[in-house]
């Protein structure tokens, strides 16, 4: 449940992208950062090794439990895709202690634990500790992103590891010992009562530069109550193999950004949209309601987003309003730093709310279940989010891990989430001039992998359905609850809870094709992404310690979520998951339309480590020897053969 938040008819259209040359790609082997390289393609030319055993199981995260008991059960957490290169694999580790949150620590309560990179070596069969670097970084402050754990992510180049610091700092270290060849401080401008942090991974470039994202907060950890969390400043930070440090500010890089932004509602307006008589549960949809103005804050990134570089150097980064998620950009940025475009994520003719995702009410009174209000709804409001009466929008949040990926014909996709259609939020395609081209309609903390082939690429990504894990386009523990009880109400949000109702899918998209999106409800925006094919979770056994008959109840009707957050694609294109029935999965290509194990064709195959309701999403890593990295409540798997 990692994604839970408290906060058609097929067209061929040309879409004028230009070629791809994949003779001018570098070569795809080992995993030195974020999605494998510079541009998060998550593809590796290595065929990957059967999933035959259990090479390793190594606890990385020991405080999982008190974790989940933070968390009510749920791992909410961001980890480290495993570094990997030749016989090696680096690797965030976590020491100190684990401090629960009392409701009264709780921005600073994660502070306690030490974040520390280990190389591991293969030797005899065996992954041993070779160094431990013990790091002074810290996380923002855990309320500022809802209890969601920031991630510590490292890059290898240049022959050294670079590693997250404290203050907006990076370590680099020699691979071989792990000794510290400098402290790298890019000099950030000092103001009492504020902390400059690393805000996600390290990325870098083929030329050996690192590029990574900083945040400065009103916020002491020294002193909690005394600043709000704002942003005082954030920028976009580059390091060249020489160690010298520039940086330009998101201010800069967003100029023109928007100051006065549209306020959602709350739920004392449920049903949304509001009515004409805004008290009234029953009164009829008013097209013309705006709740009104609010400041937006300034842009700066998203916490978890880590930067893609094109094969020409072009930068890739996200930014979101400090105080409304709603206003978000794709940003574009030239090698020498100075600004190149700015995408909005906003008014992209993805109409797929009330009347499309969402039905409407087909009467007054009583009040319908996960219905938007009854009324009229004309052309221009067909499709609104029910939050805000206006055109869904992409949202940037710092609860998830999505950062953007450079397709091989140039152009760029990014996952963002929205709640009005269960938390499944969008893919958005763009040019590499910044024009928009398609979208998808799943999103939510992903970081989509890609597959060339034939002279084309597929994009693979995780598509969820999250219905009946939480309330449909609201939450009913949000106050009104006369009202929200009905219309926000799902299976989940009663004890005991009820089975998710899926379906839980590992869909790969065209690069090339797009559609009109529809639903049996009706039908939204153009240009949506279509899929090549989609592989249905049909498992339904829950299996505790191992697969064995004796072990396992089938619970799970529906199937399990994908608990990924960047999938992994082979030499031959096969996908490699994990899902929450704790099993890894490997799907082959030779499929259309929607498949599931025991599909005539190519058959899946899978590897057991250990159930994971629950769990957090994770990255997936395959080294050059073919061995597939996983990951599973704290736990590295290494499977091969």
């Known amino acids: ?77 961001h980890y480290q895709a ?135 907060l009103n916020f002491d950890p020294s002193n909690p109550s005394a600043g709000d969390e704002s942003t005082v400043n954030s920028w976009l930070v580059k390091i060249d193999p020489s160690d010298h440090a520039s940086k330009v500010s998101y201010s800069t890089l967003v100029p023109n950004q928007p100051t006065s932004c549209v306020r959602s509602v709350n739920n004392s307006f449920l049903p949304w949209p509001p009515g004409v008589v805004i008290s009234d549960p029953t009164s009829e949809y008013d097209p013309n309601f705006i709740r009104g103005f609010a400041p937006c804050g300034p842009q700066r990134p998203g916490i978890n987003i880590a930067p893609a570089i094109a094969l020409n150097g072009t930068i890739y980064t996200v930014s979101t309003a400090d105080f409304n998620s709603r206003y978000s950009f794709v940003i574009a940025v030239n090698p020498d730093l100075t600004p190149k475009w700015q995408a909005t994520l906003r008014d992209r003719g993805l109409n797929d709310g009330c009347g499309v995702i969402i039905p409407i009410a087909t009467q007054q009174n009583p009040i319908q279940k996960g219905h938007c209000r009854w009324g009229t709804y004309d052309d221009n409001h067909r499709g609104v989010d029910p939050a805000t009466n206006q055109m869904p929008a992409g949202r940037v949040i710092d609860q998830s891990s999505s950062s953007p990926t450079v397709l091989p014909d140039g152009s760029v996709v990014y996952g963002s989430w929205t709640r009005f259609n269960v938390s499944r939020g969008y893919v958005f395609r763009f040019r590499s001039n910044g024009d928009f081209i398609s979208w998808y309609d799943f999103g939510w903390d992903s970081t989509p992998a890609v597959w060339q082939h034939g002279g084309t690429f597929s994009v693979v990504i ?51 094709q797009t559609e009109r999106f529809c639903t049996s409800n009706g039908c939204g925006g153009n240009n949506h992404m279509v899929a090549e094919w989609k592989f249905h979770s ?33 030499g031959n294109g096969t996908v490699y998951n994990n899902s929450e029935d704790g099993r890894l999965y490997a799907l082959p290509q030779g499929h259309t339309g929607t498949w599931h194990d ?44």
């Open 598 to 641: 025991g599909s005539p064709g190519p058959q899946a195959t899978h590897f057991f480590t250990n159930l994971a309701l629950g769990a957090a999403y994770t990255p997936l890593a395959i080294d050059a020897q073919g061995r597939i990295f996983t990951q599973n409540d704290g736990h590295l798997f290494v499977i091969g053969d």
């Open 82 to 216: 495993t570094l990997l290169h030749q016989q090696d694999a680096y690797m965030m580790f976590k020491t100190g202690t684990y401090t629960l949150d009392d409701g009264t620590n709780t921005a600073t309560h994660w502070n306690t634990q030490i974040w520390n990179e280990k190389r591991l070596h293969w030797q005899g069969g065996q992954l041993v500790e070779m160094w431990t670097f013990a790091s002074d970084w810290k996380p923002e402050p855990a309320d500022l992103v809802g209890g969601w754990e920031p991630v510590f992510h490292a890059a290898l180049a240049n022959d050294f590891i670079y590693v997250p610091g404290a203050h907006g700092t990076v370590w680099k270290l020699d691979t071989g010992d792990g000794s510290v060849v400098s402290l790298i401080n890019p000099g950030y401008n000092a103001a009492a009562g504020t902390t400059v942090y690393v805000a996600g991974p390290l990325s870098a470039d083929n030329n050996g530069n690192i590029f990574f994202n900083a945040l400065q």
């Open 1 to 77: 449940m990692k994604h839970l938040i408290r906060v058609a008819s097929v067209f061929l259209l040309a879409t004028g992208l230009q070629a791809f040359a994949q003779d001018d790609d570098p070569p795809t082997t080992n995993w030195a950062q974020w999605g494998q390289n510079p541009q998060h393609q998550g593809f590796v030319n290595t065929v990957g090794q059967s999933l035959s055993n259990k090479l390793a199981n190594i606890t990385y995260d020991p405080f999982v439990p008190q974790e989940q008991i933070d968390q009510g059960g749920s791992l909410l957490a």
């Open 538 to 570: 049909t498992n339904t056994m829950s299996c505790h310690g191992d697969e064995q008959p004796q072990h396992c109840v089938s619970d799970h009707p529906n199937g399990f979520e994908w608990c990924i957050n960047a999938p992994a694609v082979d």
């Open 462 to 512: 995780k598509d969820n359905h999250y219905d009946e894990e939480e309330g449909f386009y609201c939450n009913n523990f949000q106050g009104n609850p006369e009202v929200a009880n009905i219309v926000c109400d799902c299976d989940q949000c009663h004890e005991p809870v009820g089975v998710p109702a899926g379906p839980f899918y590992i869909t790969q998209l065209s690069g090339t």
